[in-house]
């Protein structure tokens, strides 16, 4: 079983930058494929980005060029890097994780609000 804890949420004005992280406790994360997600207020929750456990990559078409996904296996860490926020980019953010056997694990969740 893995437990996930995201951090690094916060408050940002329109162009800026933050970077979540989300630590996976638990053996076998490197079978994991890990994901953040997003969900806005009034809105369902979306897929942002995905890094799978074959190491492919993949983004929403809407922070395509601004986010960057990336795990370390051996730190059991998932990032991500957002640049360039916007408004709309204002949401709770959650790491996921499946395993291979299709288990499914959320993290409580971190705020990013981009408002100036």
């Known amino acids: 079983q893995v437990q996930l804890v995201e951090s690094g949420g916060g408050l940002v004005q329109p162009g800026g930058s933050l970077r979540l992280s989300c630590a996976a406790s638990?053996?076998?994360?490197?079978?994991?494929?890990m994901n953040w997600y997003r969900q806005a207020t009034g809105k369902q929750r979306e897929l942002v980005a995905s890094?799978?456990?074959?190491?492919?990559?993949t983004y929403a078409d809407s922070v395509k060029g601004r986010f960057t996904i990336s795990r370390d296996n051996a730190k059991k860490m998932v990032y991500l890097q957002m640049n360039s926020l916007k408004p709309e980019d204002t949401a709770v953010y959650y790491c996921?994780?499946?395993?291979?056997?299709?288990?499914?694990?959320w993290g409580q969740g971190t705020q990013v609000t981009v408002s100036s």
């Open positions: 996921h994780g499946t395993s291979p056997f299709g288990y499914e694990y």
């Open positions: 638990g053996s076998s994360f490197i079978t994991y494929d």
């Open positions: 890094f799978t456990r074959f190491s492919k990559i």
